[in-house]
């Protein structure tokens, strides 16, 4: 499964988050189009509308698990998506922005 290091990732990056939503209310990466795994088959068309068209889709949840079954999803539609390794656990850890939707500090549930 393809796989991206947090470290590799740059600003403009585009990022999909799966976790659920007192997860993403608890803290999340600022930009990020939020589509919970388990609304994820019925909200696809907002990722599609949303992310760029010749564009990567990095996908993050909590530690890596439920973000690999959307990367493996999305790359049986032929959309070029990458799992990021480690999640939002290792986003935090190392030092990225961790924020709710009010834009104040956040943290990972």
Same mark, same amino acid.
């Given at each position: 499964?393809?796989?991206?290091?947090? &470290?590799?990732?740059?600003?403009?990056?585009?990022?999909l988050d799966v976790r659920e939503d007192d997860?993403?209310?608890? =803290?999340?990466?600022?930009? *990020?189009?939020?589509?919970?795994?388990?609304?994820?088959?019925? @909200?696809?068309?907002?990722?599609?509308?949303? *992310?760029?068209?010749?564009? @990567?889709?990095?996908?993050?949840? @909590?530690?890596? =698990? !439920?973000?690999?079954?959307?990367?493996?999803?999305?790359?049986?539609?032929?959309?070029? *998506?990458?799992?990021?390794?480690?999640?939002?656990?290792?986003?935090?850890?190392?030092? !990225?922005?961790?924020?709710?939707?009010? &834009?104040?500090?956040?943290?990972?549930?």
């Open positions: 499964m393809p796989t991206v290091e947090v &470290g590799d990732l740059k600003d403009d990056d585009f990022l997860e993403w209310q608890a =803290g999340h990466a600022e930009g *990020a189009l939020h589509i919970p795994l388990s609304e994820f088959v019925a @909200r696809y068309a907002e990722l599609t509308e949303a *992310a760029p068209q010749d564009g @990567r889709v990095h996908v993050i949840c @909590r530690s890596g =698990g !439920r973000s690999a079954q959307v990367t493996m999803y999305l790359a049986q539609q032929g959309i070029d *998506a990458v799992n990021v390794d480690g999640g939002m656990q290792t986003w935090a850890a190392t030092g !990225r922005p961790v924020v709710t939707d009010e &834009g104040t500090p956040g943290f990972v549930l």
